[in-house]
């Protein structure tokens, strides 16, 4: 199993940052890929942003690209998203998902492990 534990969510004013963290704990595979993903009240959950554990390959959804920027720490098996220039509709529970295999894919079953979710409120 693989433990997953998010932080850094918050209430911000329109146009302010944020930058989250995912820390993973427990087993490890030969590739390993984390995401973002986040749901806003009454929506689906929605991809976000995804980072290759492997060769550092991310992938963003058309919504962030250019204002979230996904990175890792492989000593720490942490990884962060920065989120800056945030607006209303960024409000949602940010939740970071884990799985083995170099891919990131957007799509939410092909994460096997997730974090209990971080709120982000974002105030026009």
């Known amino acids: 199993q693989v433990q997953v534990v998010e932080s850094g969510g918050g209430l911000v004013q329109a146009g302010a940052s944020l930058r989250l963290t995912c820390v993973a704990s427990?087993?490890?595979?030969?590739?390993?890929?984390m995401g973002w993903f986040r749901q806003a009240a009454g929506k689906e959950r929605e991809f976000v942003a995804g980072i290759s554990w492997t060769d550092g390959a991310t992938r963003y959804s058309d919504s962030v690209k250019g204002r979230f920027t996904i990175s890792r720490d492989n000593a720490k098996r942490a990884g962060f998203l920065q989120m800056d220039s945030l607006n209303p509709e960024d409000t949602a529970l940010y939740y970071c998902?884990?799985?083995?295999?170099?891919?990131?894919?957007?799509?939410?079953?092909?994460?096997?492990?997730w974090g209990q979710g971080t709120q982000v409120t974002v105030s026009s």
């Open positions: 998902a884990w799985r083995g295999g170099s891919f990131v894919y957007d799509n939410t079953a092909a994460y096997d492990y």
């Open positions: 427990g087993r490890t595979f030969s590739g390993e890929a």
